[in-house]
């Protein structure tokens, strides 16, 4: 299998600065997100869950960072 299997055939994304989702919640991080959600299944979701247990950071606002969008 190639990576490229797994990811949406729309490759649009939006880009943001931000931090680590997990303390000490370091910031310098860019961020990547895939415009098109995947779905998962609720094994693949408790799998991932055993590996990163603390991945559990809230949704933080905006703070005047600015969102890119690809094009």
Not at 36 to 53: C, D, G, H, M, V
Request: glycine content about 2%; proline content about 10%.
């Amino acid at each position: 299998m190639h990576v490229a299997d797994l990811l949406p055939s729309n490759h649009n994304y939006y880009s943001f600065d931000g931090s680590l989702t997990t303390p000490p919640c370091t910031e310098g991080v860019s961020w990547y997100v895939l415009e098109t959600p995947l779905s998962l299944s609720k094994a693949q979701i408790e799998k991932f869950a055993s590996i990163y247990p603390r991945n559990a950071r809230p949704i933080q606002p905006l703070h005047n960072r600015v969102v890119r969008e690809s094009k």
